[in-house]
T-cell receptor, first 112, second 117 residues
Framework: GENVEQHPSTLSVQEGDSAVIKCTYSDSASNYFPWYKQELGKRPQLIIDIRSNVGEKKDQRIAVTLNKTAKHFSLHITETQPEDSAVYFCAADLSGNTPLVFGKGTRLSVIA | GAVVSQHPSWVICKSGTSVKIECRSLDFQATTMFWYRQFPKQSLMLMATSNEGSKATYEQGVEKDKFLINHASLTLSTLTVTSAHPEDSSFYIC?????????????FGSGTRLTVV
């Protein structure tokens, strides 16, 4: 089955700097890669996603890149703000009725 | 957008009792419901997948007789933790898939924090 590795597990950045979180996946058939932000005690919130027919997607300060050949995808947050502090999870999926496989998460701390 | 309502948001129960968690899709038909468990500072771990009208598929290591899943309708799925023990204390969260075979995104419930004392 699919296996998703996520790095780093913790990340501290100064406010205004950029943060990059990387994930690799094992199943080349996976074609949907969402990123979630989870605050303590709350549900994961989808912040951006990318499908396998696209190499990059951007939404304001957040961008995701996908390299299908290497089977890795990355989350980029620019101009970080304290409210970006949370746990971020990447995930991979084969189809709409198979479960998402999550990475282990990255705890991002943005220091003011 | 699609909304999944999950109840209760938190529950404290005594060891040995059972707890039922409900997830309802409010404005769409959830053909598939995924149940996850999340321990503190850990990722979401899939427990089981349920499809409406059929038996749930459990992940390895998840006791199907302990975690009873019912998906009797396209808008309601329930997870019952039977004979709960302190080690079952966790954050349980459901996620619904709207369309079989189509990646339309997953909608998460708000989660249930279970504490067994």
């Amino acid at each position: 089955g699919e296996n998703v590795e996520q790095h780093p597990s913790t990340l501290s950045v100064q406010e205004g700097d950029s943060a990059v979180i990387k994930c690799t996946y094992s199943d080349s058939a996976s074609n949907y890669f969402p990123w979630y932000k989870q605050e303590l005690g709350k549900r994961p919130q989808l912040i951006i996603d990318i499908r396998s027919n696209v190499g990059e997607k951007k939404d304001q300060r957040i961008a995701v890149t996908l390299n299908k050949t290497a089977k890795h995808f990355s989350l980029h947050i620019t101009e970080t703000q304290p409210e970006d502090s949370a746990v971020y999870f990447c995930a991979a999926d084969l189809s709409g009725n198979t479960p998402l496989v999550f990475g282990k998460g990255t705890r991002l701390s943005v220091i003011a | 957008g699609a909304v999944v309502s999950q109840h209760p948001s938190w529950v404290i129960c005594k060891s040995g009792t059972s707890v039922k968690i409900e997830c309802r899709s409010l404005d769409f038909q959830a053909t598939t419901m995924f149940w996850y468990r999340q321990f503190p500072k850990q990722s979401l771990m899939l427990m089981a997948t349920s499809n409406e009208g059929s038996k749930a598929t459990y992940e390895q290591g998840v006791e199907k007789d302990k975690f009873l899943i019912n998906h009797a309708s396209l808008t309601l799925s329930t997870l019952t933790v039977t004979s709960a023990h302190p080690e079952d204390s966790s954050f349980y969260i459901c996620s619904a898939s709207e369309k079989a075979g189509v990646i339309s995104g997953y909608t998460f419930g708000s989660g249930t924090r279970l504490t067994v004392v």
